[in-house]
């Protein structure tokens, strides 16, 4: 890395990145490609974002390549890594801004927090048979390590899934694969959860002579507002008849795929319309039918019905943690140029990722990502073949290639005196010395490494 030294000999530029995942960590090297000091504020302690905590992790495959990426980002030269450093906590966007020195703060936080279900009183029942998304797959990932500590959920028969994208669609294969395991296991057939969702449901009972009905295990179901041919789980290349058509058929094969493999049903053209309870517990949600009409979506008058759940996920997206100087706009940030993530009234502040786009997954962090969609769900439906090239290497090079104004936009602002740097670092070795962190990414990224 830099030396600490040779860092202080002479005017550099200073970028200051929040968060260090994959947008982020592609932001920091780019910046470190250019001479530019990037210091990364992550969160955690660990920079893995959702890469760790929201690709389930049946995806080792994927895991590794992004995890591999994001280290060779953040061991380059020039690449300052803080960890537990928490915008809005430890730092403040104010404070960043008016630092002596820094050219510019890249937001790349990421989206966390779930978008609200808009029912009635739903909230009053979380953890009591309703949960979002996102705490629901960070169990997931984690909660058979030692040191996991955070919430516990039970995984329940005949569980509802509200939504419709990728994220919905794992949700729904984490509560299949999970009742199939458990029940194999009361029969003494004990499975991996990677092997079970890689070999599919049927197949793994087929070979331990098992059927379904012996079993007797009822799976999910997610209940989607549109039709299954409108699900975003597969996106056209461009806007042509033709390409829409196909996009079509490929998210009704999509759906028939998740059937057959993983016994997941999709439901579409539901709206859920209230919440069933017993004045304790969530019991399930009423739904309303709808039909599309005239491009908009129109509910059936009297067509509601009631469906019992034990277990609601609702997965409707995930927008951007609010934050204290970040202007609103809705669930987002208010951005002056989405094009280059400016943002409103804050001159030198900049969104990119899943914070600018609102977006929860790696996957659709850039819409301009829709190309290689295909290629992704595969990989989310368990069909990745081996020699298909890297799923996420158009995402990559456009992410780097969208970043490259914001960098030299950046390098327009005077560069900070080694006295300017010396100030700034003074914080940043401090943290450095409660961790007990060298400095040395790739040393810290050993000791810390997912279980």
Not at 383 to 389: N, Q
Request: with cysteine.
């Amino acid at each position: 890395m830099l030396d600490l030294q040779q860092l202080f000999s002479e005017p550099r530029h200073l970028i200051v990145i929040c968060g260090g995942a994959v947008s982020g960590s592609e932001a920091a090297a780019l910046c470190a490609q250019r001479g530019i000091v990037a210091v990364v504020l992550e969160q955690n302690v660990r920079p893995y974002g959702k890469i760790e905590d929201g690709l389930p992790r049946w995806h080792e495959k994927l895991r590794q390549q992004e995890y591999t990426r994001i280290d060779d980002n953040l061991a380059r030269s020039g690449v300052f890594y803080v960890p537990r450093a928490t915008l809005g906590r430890d730092y403040h966007l104010s404070e960043l801004r008016g630092q002596p020195g820094v050219a510019a703060v890249l937001l790349a936080n990421g989206a966390w927090r779930d978008r609200p279900l808009q029912l009635p009183g739903v909230d009053t029942l979380l953890g009591k048979g309703f949960v979002y998304q996102n705490p629901f797959v960070y169990w997931f990932n984690h909660y058979e390590e030692s040191s996991y500590d955070g919430p516990q959920f039970a995984v329940e028969p005949g569980a509802i899934v509200v939504g419709g994208g990728l994220a919905s669609v794992d949700v729904g294969k984490i509560i299949n694969l999970e009742l199939y395991k458990r029940a194999l296991a009361e029969r003494g057939v004990i499975v991996s959860m990677v092997e079970l969702e890689h070999i599919g449901i049927p197949k793994t009972l087929a070979a331990h002579g098992l059927t379904l009905e012996q079993l007797g295990v009822e799976g999910a179901t997610i209940y989607y507002r549109r039709r299954v041919q409108d699900m975003p789980i597969a996106f056209p290349k461009d806007g042509s008849v033709e390409q829409l058509q196909k996009t079509e058929r490929v998210r009704e094969k999509m759906v028939q795929i998740l059937a057959q493999k993983y016994l997941l049903r999709v439901k579409d053209c539901h709206i859920p319309v209230a919440t069933l309870s017993d004045g304790e517990r969530l019991c399930g949600l009423r739904f309303r039918k709808s039909q599309p009409e005239n491009g908009k979506l129109k509910e059936v008058a009297g067509s509601d019905y009631d469906v019992p759940a034990r277990l609601v996920v609702s997965s409707i997206g995930s927008v951007p943690e609010p934050l204290p100087g970040i202007p609103g706009r809705g669930e987002l940030y208010d951005y002056a140029d989405e094009a280059t993530g400016a943002l409103r009234g804050l001159n030198g502040v900049f969104g990119l990722g899943n914070v600018l786009t609102g977006k929860g997954n790696i996957h659709d962090s850039r819409d301009n990502a829709r190309d290689i969609s295909q290629r992704v769900i595969a990989s989310y439906l368990g069909l990745t073949d081996e020699r298909e090239p890297d799923p996420f290497a158009a995402e990559r090079a456009q992410r780097r290639a969208e970043l490259e104004p914001l960098i030299a936009r950046a390098t327009l602002s005077p560069k900070a005196t080694p006295d300017e740097l010396r100030a700034f670092f003074s914080r940043v070795f401090a943290r450095w010395r409660e961790l007990d962190y060298s400095g040395d990414y790739r040393a810290w990224i050993e000791r810390h490494r997912p279980a």
